[in-house]
T-cell receptor, first 111, second 112 residues
Framework: DGGITQSPKYLFRKEGQNVTLSCEQNLNHDAMYWYRQDPGQGLRLIYYSQIVNDFQKGDIAEGYSVSREKKESFPLTVTSAQKNPTAFYLC??????????FGNGTRLTVT | GENVEQHPSTLSVQEGDSAVIKCTYS??????FPWYKQELGKRPQLIIDIRSNVGEKKDQRIAVTLNKTAKHFSLHITETQPEDSAVYFCAASIQGNNDMRFGAGTRLTVKP
């Protein structure tokens, strides 16, 4: 189903390489979010953006970077500085007062 | 900051039985409590939410109760079905999605 699209579904990279995860939404939502999900843990917020050209760090921003040049797009770059990048990454969007709407996620494996 | 604890981490029930998942939160200022269901390989989806001005909310077989004094809230699923099998996450927030904190999740298995 549509709404918020993450690509690719699976991503493999070598250690030391930067990698960018895509997130696009056509819901006209102002706010977008990136979460990291690890086995046995809840979702942890990496970055969020409430408006174009503005974004804020979440709880675990170290080793990650984002941009918000367009309302529809919120790409996440996992840099080589992220010490444990292998994880499942979820993008979400919302209006400021509505529940989160999630994408299907990208599973990143770094070896 | 807010801390959300969720129990149990795994729960197995027979089809038709009830399932209860409990969460506690630390910040008394939290005022919004959603529950998300995540089926294997799929996105988390909101199934029910409650705000701090009510004590209970029900939607067909799903209900959520909130005890503000004790700072805990629970998800109740009645007449469970195999398709209820999934991971369920609770969450709490004060100001909205920007400070949402999630529990670690409960893997519910409904045996036919």
């Amino acid at each position: 189903d549509g709404g918020i699209t993450q690509s690719p579904k699976y991503l493999f990279r070598k250690e030391g390489q930067n990698v960018t995860l895509s997130c696009e939404q056509n819901l006209n939502h102002d706010a977008m979010y990136w979460y990291r999900q690890d086995p046995g843990q809840g979702l942890r917020l990496i970055y969020y953006s409430q408006i174009v050209n503005d974004f804020q760090k979440g709880d675990i921003a170290e080793g990650y970077s984002v941009s918000r040049e367009k309302k529809e797009s919120f790409p996440l770059t996992v840099t080589s500085a992220q010490k444990n990048p292998t994880a499942f990454y979820l993008c979400a969007s919302s209006t400021l007062d509505s529940p989160l709407h999630f994408g299907n996620g990208t599973r990143l494996t770094v070896t | 900051g807010e801390n959300v604890e969720q129990h149990p981490s795994t729960l197995s029930v027979q089809e038709g039985d009830s399932a209860v998942i409990k969460c506690t939160y630390s910040d008394s200022a939290s005022n919004y409590f959603p529950w998300y269901k995540q089926e294997l390989g799929k996105r988390p989806q909101l199934i029910i939410d409650i705000r701090s001005n009510v004590g209970e909310k029900k939607d067909q077989r799903i209900a959520v109760t909130l005890n503000k004094t004790a700072k805990h809230f629970s998800l109740h699923i009645t007449e469970t079905q195999p398709e209820d099998s999934a991971v369920y996450f609770c969450a709490a927030s004060i100001q909205g999605n920007n400070d949402m904190r999630f529990g670690a999740g409960t893997r519910l298995t409904v045996k036919p």
